[in-house]
């Protein structure tokens, strides 16, 4: 049987499903069989779903779809828990909000959404430096020996379901409005982080970790957060392959990647002086576990 839940069969798909479900107290089987077909549906066509009557209303509020849907779209593990809804979790994720909707809105200018990856192991890793990272694929359990200004390694981090952006802003030390300086943000973040009181008020922001300098023409600005228990799985070496991604020479347009336990970007840049490379990760509270990662580059 195939559902084709996009635009152009809304009206016919509408009448069917008024005709099966008059009764607002619809059968078990007929609940079921509705159940079944909503799971292949996206969140956008569940709740124009949820306005044809009281009882598809009831069946799309049911947390067992939104939870199917989560595991589906959001590469959640099978045994995480959560105090919020798993609809607000999925809103959360898919309704437009970036980093960037509540705190420094002036200085946005774009971005582009990369995807969705996990951290099982509860350690991360944080790299402008992809081509190296495949030399690290024997290292695991031994991040914390990594020695260089191209890595950011981070502890006690949020295990689950992570998602990533890639940002443009304006030079964040200048207000000075002709100013054509940008800077890259590659910014990673626990999925349920925009449900927090304590995020949205300010109380958790992001801190430096680390800084570099790479004072000399760089070919791109480059950047990953991966789960450090999992370099050696095949999709993270897979994504490390640059060549089967990246855009080719001349094109300037950002790239990104998401495997199942990683996640990076590549902006391919003009002639230039080198990047400024700075590391900040965001803490659920003072002793709270890392619940954000970020990569800043601007060019020098």
């Known amino acids: 049987m195939q559902i084709s839940t996009s635009s152009s069969r809304p009206h016919m798909l509408t009448q069917r499903i008024s005709r099966s479900c008059q009764n607002t107290l619809t059968p078990w089987y007929i609940r079921d069989i509705w159940s079944e077909i909503m799971s292949f549906l996206n969140g956008k066509s569940l709740l124009k779903l949820a306005l044809v009557n009281r009882s598809f209303y009831e069946l799309v509020m049911d947390e067992n779809v939104w939870k199917c849907l989560c595991f589906r779209e959001l590469r959640v593990p099978a045994t995480y828990q959560t105090t919020f809804s798993w609809r607000s979790l999925y809103i959360a994720a898919f309704d437009g909000s970036h980093s960037f909707s509540l705190r420094q809105r002036d200085k946005h200018i774009d971005w582009m959404r990369i995807g969705a990856f996990s951290i099982a192991s509860g350690q991360a890793i944080a790299t402008v430096a992809l081509s190296e990272l495949r030399l690290l694929s024997g290292t695991k359990g031994q991040c914390n020996d990594i020695c260089s200004s191209s890595f950011c390694v981070s502890s006690d981090v949020k295990k689950g379901s992570w998602i990533a952006d890639l940002h443009l802003v304006r030079c964040p030390v200048c207000n000075v409005t002709s100013c054509?300086?940008?800077?890259?943000?590659?910014?990673?973040?626990?999925?349920?982080?925009?449900?927090?009181?304590?995020?949205?008020?300010?109380?958790?922001?992001?801190?430096?970790?680390?800084?570099?300098?790479?004072?000399?023409?760089?070919?791109?600005?480059?950047?990953?957060?991966?789960?450090?228990?999992?370099?050696?799985?095949?999709?993270?070496?897979?994504?490390?392959?640059?060549?089967?991604?990246?855009?080719?020479?001349?094109?300037?347009?950002?790239?990104?990647?998401?495997?199942?336990?990683?996640?990076?970007?590549?902006?391919?840049?003009?002639?230039?002086?080198?990047?400024?490379?700075?590391?900040?990760?965001?803490?659920?509270?003072?002793?709270?576990?890392?619940?954000?990662?970020?990569?800043?580059?601007?060019?020098?």
């Open 180 to 300: 054509e300086g940008t800077m890259q943000v590659l910014d990673a973040r626990h999925w349920d982080l925009f449900l927090y009181d304590e995020y949205k008020t300010g109380d958790w922001d992001y801190h430096e970790v680390g800084a570099h300098v790479l004072p000399h023409h760089c070919d791109a600005a480059a950047g990953g957060v991966f789960d450090a228990g999992y370099l050696e799985k095949k999709e993270t070496l897979d994504l490390l392959e640059l060549k089967s991604w990246v855009a080719p020479a001349g094109d300037w347009q950002p790239r990104g990647k998401s495997s199942s336990f990683a996640i990076a970007a590549n902006t391919n840049l003009q002639p230039n002086e080198g990047l400024q490379v700075k590391f900040y990760v965001m803490l659920a509270g003072a002793n709270g576990p890392v619940v954000g990662i970020r990569i800043c580059q601007q060019l020098l």
